[in-house]
């Protein structure tokens, strides 16, 4: 926490006055005319508290979805590659911005599928239990589907999550859990912990841990340290790669504004990037690119190696027209750095599972693909 977050903190008072001289102090205020704001019953706009579930609509999503709309419409598969925002290539657009978000390298960072989904594959590479290190090590409370998430792949191992799934809980009468008693827990347990897996920030409570410190702690035991970023990714500045972390998962439809169903971010640190032999379910997209449209004249897969690995799963299938998101992502800004609660504008999708489908089919039928990878414009 910065030393000004920390004054302000300690000067708090629940009245309209200081908010609003918190409001008038905050140096991201401009962003609120961004962003569709809903109208309460006496037509004012509503105070809005629920970012932690739902971002705002930034008031540019409704043309640059439209535009995807409208290549899909005029070009049908060859809005792959001429559309204004190809979508062939949208999660090479993002591999640079995803990066910063998190603190991440890119090529360590990609964009793909849902939170929960990244969550399971992740743990299909990095949950490897063995008879003596079988254990999954959660924080408390924990997410819901977070907790079906683990005990599920506990049991799709062949052990019992009765035994296999252990909690680091609050103390007796406190709201969030002290950092030095997850340190004690993995000094007596972690032997036979083989995955960390923390809230950056806990969905309930709001704390937000000391994620390089119980990074250490766990790897120190020989643990697997995974965290999930949902409540931590545009809200709270993040150094993933400095921190050593082996593996993250985020969404974006929360402090990211993505819309509902919008893509997530999968990060895997560069160093299991390079390692080609950990198990993983594999597709196209972690696929060489140099190989990936083939079809039956490469029916093997290659995986791709370096620090790109973050690309090994199977690629966010039918996202096509959501590539819109690019190069409004790019407009963001992430200021958590600065000690401020992180904000990007503009960064949107669209529930597009469904409406692409036809035209990645169309797409695969029509033709074999060279590598045209625009180069990505970082500029922010
Ligand atoms: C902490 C946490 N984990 C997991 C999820 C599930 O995310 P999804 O349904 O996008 O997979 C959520 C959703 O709100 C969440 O807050």
Same mark, same amino acid.
């Given at each position: ?14 009245? +309209?006055?200081?908010?609003?001289? !918190?409001?008038? =102090?905050?140096?991201?205020? $401009? ?7 809903? *109208? ?12 932690? $579930? ?8 409704? &043309? ?26 949208? /999660? &090479? ?12 390298? #890119? ?15 992740? !743990? *299909? ?6 008879? @003596? ?7 408390? #409370? =924990? ?6 998430? *683990? ?28 950092? &030095? ?86 990060? *895997? ?46 690629? /966010?299938? @039918? +996202? ?44 695969? =039928?029509?033709?074999?693909? @060279?590598?045209?990878? #625009?180069?990505?414009?970082?500029? =922010?």
């Amino acid at each position: 926490m910065s030393e000004s977050t920390s004054t302000s903190a300690s000067h708090f008072s629940a009245d +309209d006055r200081y908010a609003l001289s !918190m409001d008038a =102090a905050d140096p991201l205020r $401009s962003y609120r005319e961004r962003f569709h704001i809903p *109208v309460g019953p006496d037509g004012k706009p509503v105070i809005y508290f629920c970012g932690n $579930s739902l971002g705002l609509q930034p008031k540019a999503t409704r &043309e640059m979805v439209t535009g995807e709309l409208d290549d899909w419409a005029t070009m049908g598969v060859e809005g792959h590659f001429e559309g204004r925002r190809p979508w062939y290539p949208y /999660h &090479e657009q993002f591999r640079e911005i995803g990066a910063r978000l998190v603190g991440g390298r #890119p090529g360590e960072v990609v964009m793909m599928n849902s939170l929960t989904v990244n969550l399971h594959l992740l !743990m *299909v590479s990095f949950y490897r239990p063995t008879a @003596g290190r079988y254990k999954i090590l959660i924080d408390w #409370p =924990a997410f819901p589907s977070d907790i079906y998430a *683990v005990k599920s792949q506990i049991e799709c191992h062949g052990y019992d999550a009765n035994d296999a799934f252990v909690t680091a809980r609050p103390r007796e009468g406190e709201q969030t859990v002290r950092t &030095e008693d997850v340190e004690a827990l993995l000094e007596r347990e972690g032997s036979k912990i083989a995955l960390v897996l923390f809230a950056g920030v806990n969905y309930f409570t709001g704390q937000f841990y000391d994620i390089p410190r119980i990074t250490a702690a766990a790897q120190k035991q020989g643990c697997v340290v995974g965290w999930d970023l949902a409540h931590a990714a545009g809200n709270v500045p993040l150094s993933l790669h400095d921190w050593n972390v082996d593996f993250a998962a985020w969404c974006t439809y929360k402090y990211l504004n993505s819309g509902p169903g919008a893509v997530a971010g999968a990060f *895997v640190h560069e160093r299991h990037g390079r390692d080609t032999t950990l198990p993983r379910f594999a597709g196209w997209w972690g696929n060489d690119p140099a190989k990936r449209f083939k079809m039956h004249l490469q029916p093997e897969f290659t995986p791709r190696g370096g620090g790109r690995m973050a690309d090994f799963q199977p690629p /966010h299938s @039918g +996202d096509g027209p959501g590539a819109g998101v690019a190069s409004d992502f790019r407009r963001g800004r992430h200021v958590g750095a600065a000690g401020q609660v992180g904000a990007v504008d503009g960064v949107f999708g669209i529930p597009h599972r469904a409406h692409s489908q036809q035209a990645v089919r169309d797409h695969h =039928a029509a033709r074999a693909v @060279g590598a045209r990878v #625009p180069a990505f414009d970082s500029r =922010a």
